[in-house]
């Protein structure tokens, strides 16, 4: 039933940790189910103008849309979206597995679309994005939207781009990752954080197929590249993420939302009812952390906000 509170156990972990999860959680706070009855939800986006969530359900190939005033609705059709963002403007970003490209979502409505391509071929199926407060787009690219993920491939790798909407030039940032996903950046813009799901047989380098699933800190290069050495490396499920403003980095798991600190130490695992993809900051204070897990979504108060894109003055 819609709106009902569900009775969670919301962590396990040792006393310590467990006290510092708590730490992390509203009073009293419990997981929400908002909606379901979809097929695979992912890629969730707070729109804070118009006060609600969009976010995607693949199978389907829809945008949904969901608010306190008006429940769930289909937001718009679209070809098997993934992730979604705003960019500093305010814009909403899709990255579309069927078309293998990202997208831009102007004020009238119209799409513009802002790279499908590298060197002349076709991405695989770019994942998710995050945006840095100078607007350039960094993007995950692995063949998770090709059938069997590997027919109609045209890019020699499982990549992490970098695309800079002003001169449309695209550059590879990571190429040793066997199939990254979620990413984001730390409060301040130091650090790029990027989830790797792990050892797949479909990367055409065999030497990265038996990776283990991690989330990897790499230090931001005022170029717009990284360091190619990890800052650290922590070995644990992953999908989605997004921050808070104290740095603790939210990454969906098996069982639930793992918080790390930002030295990449584990806190805890907040559970829920369904496996999640990706979760989000929102809501009129940002606390709200909105959860896309399977066929439903979901969502729990923090004691933090999210950290928010600065926006062009």
């Known amino acids: 039933m819609l709106n009902t509170l569900l009775t969670l156990a919301l962590f396990a972990a040792q006393d310590v940790e467990a006290s510092e999860l708590t730490a992390l959680l509203a009073p009293e706070a419990e997981v929400v189910k908002l909606a379901g009855d979809m097929k695979f939800t992912e890629g969730p986006v707070w729109l804070p103008k118009e006060k609600k969530l969009v976010f995607s359900d693949i199978p389907s190939a829809k945008l949904m849309e969901w608010s306190e005033s008006g429940g769930l609705k289909v937001f718009r059709e679209s070809p098997n979206p993934n992730g979604n963002l705003l960019d500093r403007e305010g814009r909403l970003l899709t990255c579309r597995h069927g078309a293998r490209d990202i997208v831009r979502t102007e004020e009238d409505g119209e799409l513009t679309v802002l790279c499908e391509r590298f060197e002349g071929k076709r991405f695989n199926s770019p994942n998710d994005v995050a945006v ?127 918080v790390l600190r930002p030295d990449g130490e584990i806190i805890g695992t907040i559970k829920t009812p369904e496996s999640p993809a990706n979760c989000c900051f929102g809501g009129d204070d940002f606390k709200t952390l909105y959860i896309t897990a399977r066929t439903s979504l979901y969502s729990v108060e923090l004691a933090n906000a999210g950290c928010e894109i600065p926006k062009e003055s």
């Open 132 to 258: 840095k407060s100078d607007g350039t787009l960094w993007f995950t690219d692995p063949p998770w939207g090709l059938p069997r993920q590997r027919e109609g491939k045209e890019q020699p790798g499982h990549w992490v781009f970098r695309l800079d909407p002003e001169t449309k030039e695209v550059r590879v940032l990571v190429k040793d990752l066997c199939m990254p996903n979620g990413l984001a950046f730390s409060p301040d813009e130091r650090y790029l954080y990027i989830a790797d799901t792990g050892g797949h047989g479909s990367n055409p380098d065999e030497s990265l197929r038996q990776l283990p699933p991690t989330v990897t800190a790499y230090e931001v290069r005022s170029d717009g590249t990284l360091k190619p050495k990890p800052v650290w490396k922590t070995e644990t499920r992953c999908d989605g993420m997004c921050v808070d403003v104290k740095g603790h980095i939210y990454t969906t798991s098996g069982e639930g939302v793992t």
